[in-house]
């Protein structure tokens, strides 16, 4: 087992409405600044804001299709005439990227299959939900493999932990199917998971390996110029979708300590730099083998970087 990490969430939950596609409406965090600020502009997020109405069942259905449940009481008693969904789905590394966070938990190397936010406010306040409703999240999913559990992300000191291994959590994640109609008229059946939460935050779905790993420390070597403030690094799983995010010690170094490995498995590394209006980009491989890794980051253009990151 690997000591918990903190996970950065390096954004907190504020969000600038970006635009309208079919009366739903998508946002991003705070744009940030560095790296981060041009990430954030050139990826879009997969999340709704929605203003619904109270006292009404809601169904809406998410950009990755999942579907999402809302039963009319599922806030306590409240005057206000409605109330708006705030919602974030991340499934690829690029989503990752964009939101800045990672995987790392004391439960070993998870598989990420799904991780999301929700939240429902009331004048822009976060409200406590229902504790006798759900709202329900129906999770497309084919495979059905290993030791899967939901995870749920808290705040401490400012940083989001992910704890898995919640007996109560877990026994609202189930697998099921659910017809709908596509656009012809033919009734699909869809298979996944079912998770039903009672609480705004975040969530994750995962698989807990049950695969023996190695684990070993990676170091990072940088030119001087490039430090905290301008620059994000990740090391991403080839075995498992499962994402470490490293960050510069005081004295510029960074080393990952206990990143688990498989056998023959590696890491992607990918280094994003923003230095005086320039983009630098940097991808390579990472293994067991490799102890101090010299990484040497290449000027590339918005676009390129848009490409790079969403093939991750």
């Given at each position: ?34 790296p ?78 799904y ?31 290993g ?89 991403l799983?080839?075995?498992n ?42 991808k ?26 969403s093939?991750?």
């Amino acid at each position: 087992m690997i000591s918990m990490r903190k996970l950065i969430l390096g954004f907190g939950l504020i969000f600038i409405l970006a635009s309208c596609v079919d009366n739903q409406e998508f946002f991003i965090p705070n744009m940030g600044s560095g790296p981060e600020a041009y990430i954030k502009d050139i990826l879009r997020s997969q999340s709704i804001q929605r203003t619904l109405n109270t006292g009404q069942n809601h169904e809406l259905v998410s950009d990755l299709d999942t579907k999402i449940l809302l039963p009319g009481n599922i806030l306590n008693p409240q005057e206000a005439e409605e109330y708006t969904l705030l919602f974030i789905e991340l499934k690829e590394y690029s989503d990752y990227i964009l939101h800045g966070i990672d995987h790392e938990a004391k439960d070993g190397a998870v598989h990420a299959i799904y991780s999301f936010y929700i939240a429902l406010e009331e004048d822009d306040k976060v409200q406590n939900l229902n504790s006798k409703e759900f709202i329900e999240l129906r999770i497309p999913h084919e495979q059905f493999m290993g030791d899967i559990q939901l995870g749920k992300g808290d705040y401490e000191s400012g940083n989001l932990i992910w704890y898995f291994n919640n007996s109560q959590l877990n026994n609202n994640v189930s697998s099921t199917q659910w017809e709908y109609e596509d656009e012809n008229g033919n009734t699909i059946v869809e298979h996944g998971f079912s998770v039903r939460v009672s609480e705004s935050g975040w969530y994750s779905l995962v698989n807990i390996s049950s695969n023996n790993f190695d684990y070993n420390s990676v170091c990072l070597q940088f030119d001087p110029l490039y430090n905290a403030s301008n620059t994000v690094v990740y090391l991403l799983s080839d075995f498992n979708t499962f994402a470490s995010r490293l960050d510069f010690d005081a004295d510029g170094s960074m080393c990952s300590e206990y990143l688990p490995f498989e056998q023959s498995g590696a890491y992607k590394l990918v280094s994003i730099s923003e230095i005086d209006g320039q983009l630098y980009f940097y991808k390579g491989l990472v293994d067991t083998n490799s102890g101090v890794v010299s990484v040497n980051p290449q000027r590339i253009s918005s676009s390129d970087l848009k490409e790079e990151i969403s093939a991750l």
